[in-house]
């Protein structure tokens, strides 16, 4: 299968900072890096994804960048908010697996007004 | 509303007395799935479907069943319980088969603790 491995566990910034989350995956068939955010006590939710044929991709605040040499990809989040302030996932699929979502193990992202 | 909902979403019972948590999305997708969430090990597969009477073992089966008879319904069935199932379990559907890419819509979550 698919190891998904994603770090820090626990990231504390101070408002208005970036914020960077990494991921790495084992299995370079994966072609599909979804992020989801949850809020406490909240289902998880998409908030960026990215597939193995783009380097990076956008979106306001958020970015993500892969590199499928090395097998990581990293979510980048600019002018921090206390809102922003939750559990990311990122997670990785692969194809040859039936299109199953490994998920990393979650970073704990804390906003500091 | 588009939506997956969840019953029960809160769930206190004791070993071995059987019980089913329902899940169902009204999306028309194919492809559904439950998550375990545990402190520290994120979210785990338990089971998915690709689309009816198709379903197919995740990370973690040991101790859980599922069905797909309808498209709309994926209940996950817990024949006996035990302590270490104790978890935050999610169901969650997207469209699609296999080599599409669309988003994964979660469930509200059910909290189940087995005494």
């Known amino acids: 299968g698919e190891n998904v491995e994603q770090h820090p566990s626990t990231l504390s910034v101070q408002e208005g900072d970036s914020a960077v989350i990494k991921c790495t995956y084992s299995?370079?068939?994966?072609?599909?890096f979804p992020w989801y955010k949850q809020e406490l006590g909240k289902r998880p939710q998409l908030i960026i994804d990215i597939r193995s044929n783009v380097g990076e991709k956008k979106d306001q605040r958020i970015a993500v960048t892969l590199n499928k040499t090395a097998k990581h990809f990293s979510l980048h989040i600019t002018e921090t908010q206390p809102e922003d302030s939750a559990v990311y996932f990122c997670?990785?699929?692969?194809?040859?697996?039936?299109?199953?979502?490994?998920f990393g193990t979650g970073t704990s992202l804390t906003v500091i007004p | 509303e588009a939506q997956v909902t969840q019953n029960p979403r809160y769930l206190i019972t004791v070993t071995g007395k059987k019980l089913t948590v329902t899940c169902s999305q009204n999306m028309n997708h194919e492809y559904m799935s439950w998550y375990r969430q545990d402190p520290g090990l994120g979210l785990r597969q338990i089971y998915y479907s690709m689309n009816v009477e198709v379903t197919d073992k995740g990370d973690v089966p040991e101790g859980y069943k599922v069905s797909r008879k309808e498209k709309r319904n994926f209940p996950l069935i817990l024949e006996s319980p035990s302590p270490n199932q104790t978890s935050l379990y999610f169901c969650?559907?997207?469209?699609?088969?296999?080599?599409?890419?669309?988003?994964?819509?979660f469930g509200p979550g059910t909290r189940l603790t087995v005494l």
């Open positions: 969650a559907s997207r469209r699609g088969r296999a080599g599409s890419y669309n988003e994964q819509f």
């Open positions: 299995d370079s068939a994966s072609n599909y």
């Open positions: 997670a990785a699929i692969n194809p040859n697996t039936g299109n199953q979502f490994y």
